[in-house]
């Protein structure tokens, strides 16, 4: 039995819904297939954008979207994908399969797209292979509201009215496939561009991301600050709101043979839990660092690719990185949400990579088919978080569960509450064989709180929803809790996922 003392006076930071984002890159079937058919499909679509997907999305409260790479980012040329669609360019995608990339889905579309689902917009700009210019002539194109060469091209091709840019980011992973470059000289670079990303609209500011570390490369992490930070005024704050994070998790920890996303023993099952529960050394030791530069905090760290990367589905394209998601994904999701949302004073964006038929997806397609991930249900039954205020939480007489080599603490949890009071707790029980009784209770137990919704996911380590049998995991109603003085009893099902809300 663990105890999970909510302190409910103990108000900290504010979860940004951001934490529960999505990066979508020209990769696979992402974009094309997975969201983007044409208006000329046979699939039902709006403008183009699949209506099934678009409608889950919205259930699952997207709040931002990352968009065009990936590495795909710094060989995207903005210009070839506007216009008339029989006058785009079409290009090789020489990072992913070798597939024609015809640029059919391009800026106009992207924003429609996210007026359709009604979430932020974060851009991915080119500073591997492309120019300044090129970078600051898109800020145009994309946010002038006046008379220049991109507002006019921007109306010519059809938008009168400039769109909103909440994020940009300088380049991607320009320590690998975005040039390859040493920490201080992607510094000095980032310094330049940056400079020219205008904010056109003062009262809608383009937060800037800059290329963080991969995995835990601190080297990376403690240059790029050190050049940012060097010779750089306190008046010209703004040149940075975030540092970017990528980290995966590889079953195997072999990247030449990741391990099926399906098949897998129990060893591996607590060998993948555990290579994920590294994110919390993570962003422990890179916000110490970031703390050294930005005590107060102002910049945030951006964690916009994470998740499992297993072999892709036998049969499939190697390069287009479609793999299944199981209980096992599921678990990985509720697991590092719970430690984003602990971190939100620094995390305040992350971005699970990837949306669609893509490494670990919320949603796969299968031409008019479409089924929602166990991933997907993590998502959805965690949105309560979303722009609440985390509380102060701790478990105590939590248990470690695994194999001799790979341990985890069995259960991981955060709470926050929201404007109208409504507690929010979200558990996962790692172990595969026992459920865990969680008496809950509160330091202030003036309010009697009572469960408005309890949800629970669980199946077996490697359930999944295929095609012929879409409903194997899906969320369901939880009502093995019982209430206590002032709490909650709650007996946690072996791997699962849980949420409780109290009001
Ligand atoms: O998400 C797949 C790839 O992983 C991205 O393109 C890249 O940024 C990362 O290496």
């Not at 795909?72 to 992913?96: C, L, S, V």
């Not at 205008?198 to 240059?223: A, E, F, L, M, Q």
Request: with cysteine; hydrophobic share 35%.
């Amino acid at each position: 039995m663990a105890k999970l003392i909510i302190n409910n006076e103990n108000k900290k930071s504010k979860i940004a819904p951001e934490i529960y984002g999505h990066f979508s890159e020209h990769l696979g079937r992402c974009i094309y297939e997975g969201l983007f058919v044409g208006e000329n499909s046979d699939i039902p679509n709006v403008n183009g954008m699949r209506t099934d997907v678009v409608e889950a999305l919205k259930e699952m409260k997207i709040p931002v979207l990352r968009w065009p790479g990936g590495c795909f980012a710094d060989e995207y040329h903005w210009m070839d994908g506007i216009g008339p669609k029989e006058k785009r360019k079409k290009m090789i995608n020489t990072h992913w399969g070798g597939v024609v990339e015809d640029n059919s889905f391009g800026t106009h579309e992207f924003f429609e797209l996210t007026k359709q689902l009604g979430c932020k917009t974060y851009i991915n700009a080119n500073l591997g292979s492309g120019s300044v210019r090129e970078m600051s002539e898109w800020v145009e194109y994309m946010t002038f509201n006046g008379v220049s060469p991109m507002a006019d091209l921007r109306k010519e091709n059809g938008h009168e009215e400039p769109w909103t840019v909440d994020y940009l980011g300088v380049g991607n992973e320009n320590w690998g496939c975005g040039g390859n470059m040493r920490p201080v000289y992607y510094a000095d670079e980032y310094r330049r561009y940056q400079t020219y990303v205008r904010n056109y609209d003062g009262n809608k500011p383009i937060s800037k991301i800059c290329c963080g570390p991969n995995g835990d490369d601190y080297h990376w992490t403690k240059n790029v600050l050190e050049t940012c930070f060097d010779h750089t005024p306190e008046w010209q704050h703004g040149f940075m709101d975030g540092l970017s994070l990528h980290y995966y998790t590889i079953p195997t920890k072999d990247w030449g043979h990741k391990g099926s996303a399906t098949e897998f023993t129990e060893d591996l099952f607590y060998q993948t839990l555990k290579g994920s529960y590294f994110m919390e050394e993570l962003i422990t030791r890179h916000g110490a660092i970031m703390d050294q530069f930005d005590p107060q905090k102002k910049i945030g760290l951006i964690v916009d690719e994470w998740g499992i990367w297993a072999d892709v589905e036998p049969g499939t394209n190697p390069g287009f990185l479609y793999q299944q998601s199981t209980m096992r994904d599921a678990l990985v999701a509720g697991m590092n949400l719970n430690i984003f949302n602990k971190h939100s004073d620094r995390v305040r964006m992350a971005c699970i990579a990837q949306l669609i038929n893509v490494l670990q997806s919320v949603i796969l397609t299968d031409g008019e088919k479409m089924i929602k991930t166990p991933t997907y249900y993590v998502f959805k039954m965690f949105r309560h978080h979303q722009g609440a205020t985390l509380l102060g939480s701790e478990l105590v007489g939590n248990s470690n569960v695994g194999t001799e080599k790979n341990e985890v603490p069995k259960i991981f949890e955060s709470v926050s509450e929201d404007e109208q009071g409504v507690v929010t707790v979200t558990l996962t029980n790692n172990s595969l064989e026992a459920a865990e009784d969680v008496d809950i209770m509160f330091t202030n137990s003036e309010k009697a709180y009572k469960v408005s919704e309890a949800v629970v996911l669980s199946g077996k380590m490697d359930a999944h929803n295929t095609f012929e049998n879409p409903e194997v995991v899906k969320e369901a109603e939880f009502k093995d809790y019982e209430s206590t003085d002032g709490g909650l009893k709650v007996k946690v099902p072996a791997c699962s996922v849980l949420t409780l809300r109290l009001a």
